[in-house]
């Protein structure tokens, strides 16, 4: 009895060996950290009184990712409320005249200058385009179906602006559903992560940070899929068109840093 129950064990664990040999894992590498981009924007404001002007920088940070990459550049996605040039309330009388610069920071710590094209506040997302930032980066896939409640999801971002080079912060949480417009991710965000990407567990695209509970700060608030999905899709395809013909015809180029302001869709 005893050579037979050994036999057995013997085979047990065998078996057991070999099928744990065909267990397949994801690769580690398989969440787009070359995507993400970390936002500086310094916001210039001139305030004149007495026929004497004096202006003043205030300094924030976001996130953002790329989507499309082109022989001159790439398009890039962030928070629509990133892109807006507010002033703040302490200097809106007398007038003032704002103007932003925006420095995008690849994974590796390489700096580059960012035009903005468009951007939709009632969805919190913005189209910029980041000159020159042709190599080192590869776009984030766009997942085919949206998110299911229960989902795990990660989160690339700099949040109150923790970023190095070569170290990007990589959050994990769920997807909780969607009300009124928005979708709830359990998901720790802070300042810093605006615009910053919630990708699946295959490393694609689902969701945008935008907001987070300040009480709370792992009740996170994003773009909705299907919004960012149509965001992307139309704004993408119509600036690459007029990208192509602006440069056909020689005219001023809207994708140049510092040279446009940007269309407010809504």
Known sequence: FRMQFRNILIIVLSLSLFSCGHIESKPTDILPRTSFLHIRKTLTVMKCEDNQCMSRDFNSAASGFVVKVVKDGAYAITAAHVCEDNVPPELESPPTKPSATYVMRRWDGASYKAAVLTYDREIDVCLVFVKDLTEGV???????TKPEPGD???NIASPIAIFRPNMVPILEGRYSGETEGLAWYFLP?????????????????VGLVHSVFIRFPVITLSTRYDHLLSFIKTNLDKYIVYKRVMNRLGLDNIFEPDSFTPDKTS
């Open 189 to 205: 965000a802070a300042p810093g992560s605006s615009g910053s990407m919630i990708v699946n567990e295959d490393g694609e695209l």
């Open 138 to 144: 590869e776009p984030v896939k766009i997942s085919p």
């Open 152 to 154: 795990r999801v990660y």
